[in-house]
């Protein structure tokens, strides 16, 4: 498997001009993607943030079972960090978030009461690229105000939405410079946070195959009809091929194909609930 690593000069600029206006800003909230939220964190970002009240926004709940989403939150509260797991596309979940943001900033709030003083609240909304902050971010406000897409690295400026109390900041997805962890680093190549032009997706299909035969062995028989644990990680790529038909002249395998379809099925959840770290 390569070496992943994505570090993109505008992700340099965008941490840049986080720190510039991280006086400008009450409070921040970072998106996570609930299937990898251990992967999902920045440790560059924490540091930023050290002086700021944070709320960690575990994004794409739905795409994980109820009990996993409800521990991840608790193991955040026990590390001292804020943390709510909710889906984008949830009215209610999006309600939720919303008290959640006030909820943080209660005492600055009650302080500015005190004074006569009424400003919107304004927060910033950081994380890696692809969690779905300009999702969120247009869900608060009830309609598309932010640019948003399925790719990595679409929000490439800062962007400031405003509504009647609340004003967000919306930043360019910025990932760590350097990744120690590699088993992270796949985590976030596998929901599509690194720029996929970069990476080798029949090595990365074979690698979340290995990764979900040892995690999730019922989720790939079900779908993929696989049953043989025993088999190397290639003979397991070679059945999901003839499952889904990519085969070539000759029967050879497609593998290019093939883990396209493969990485597909799992981003959009159709292999099942799946969180990987």
């Known amino acids: 498997?390569?070496?992943?690593?994505?570090?993109?000069?505008?992700?340099?600029?965008?941490?840049?001009?986080?720190?510039?206006n991280l006086k400008a800003v009450d409070g921040v909230i970072v998106i996570l993607d609930a299937r990898a939220p251990r992967a999902s964190l920045n440790s560059k970002l924490d540091k930023l943030f050290a002086n700021k009240k944070v709320l960690y926004v575990i994004n794409k709940c739905d795409l994980i079972e109820k009990e996993d989403a409800i521990r991840t939150v608790k193991e955040f509260k026990a590390e001292g960090r804020e943390a709510v797991s909710i889906s984008a596309m949830d009215k209610k979940a999006i309600n939720l978030l919303y008290d959640r943001i006030f909820s943080l900033l209660k005492e600055k709030l009650e302080r500015n009461k005190l004074k006569g003083v009424f400003k919107p609240v304004r927060i910033m909304v950081a994380g890696i690229p692809n969690t779905g902050k300009s999702t969120i971010i247009n869900a608060l406000c009830g309609g598309k105000k932010a640019i948003t897409g399925n790719k990595?690295?679409?929000?490439?400026?800062?962007?400031?939405?405003?509504?009647?109390?609340?004003?967000?900041?919306?930043?360019?997805?910025?990932?760590?410079?350097?990744?120690?962890?590699?088993?992270?680093?796949?985590?976030?190549?596998?929901?599509?946070?690194?720029?996929?032009?970069?990476?080798?997706?029949?090595?990365?299909?074979?690698?979340?195959?290995?990764?979900?035969?040892?995690?999730?062995?019922?989720?790939?028989?079900?779908?993929?009809?696989?049953?043989?644990?025993?088999a190397t990680g290639l003979e397991m790529f070679n059945a999901v091929c003839v499952r889904r038909g990519f085969l070539m002249r000759g029967g050879e395998y497609?593998?290019?194909?093939?883990?396209?379809?493969?990485?597909?099925?799992?981003?959009?959840?159709?292999?099942?609930?799946?969180?990987?770290?």
């Open 1 to 20: 498997m390569q070496h992943l690593q994505w570090f993109p000069g505008h992700m340099t600029a965008a941490m840049r001009m986080m720190e510039d």
């Open 152 to 230: 990595a690295g679409v929000t490439r400026g800062k962007q400031w939405v405003r509504l009647r109390e609340l004003e967000l900041l919306d930043t360019p997805g910025t990932m760590p410079p350097y990744f120690e962890n590699q088993t992270l680093a796949k985590h976030l190549a596998y929901i599509g946070s690194m720029n996929d032009a970069n990476i080798d997706f029949a090595d990365l299909a074979l690698e979340l195959i290995k990764e979900l035969a040892e995690k999730y062995p019922k989720l790939l028989t079900a779908k993929y009809g696989i049953e043989d644990f025993n």
């Open 254 to 277: 497609d593998y290019d194909r093939c883990a396209s379809a493969l990485i597909d099925d799992f981003r959009k959840g159709r292999i099942g609930k799946i969180i990987l770290d």
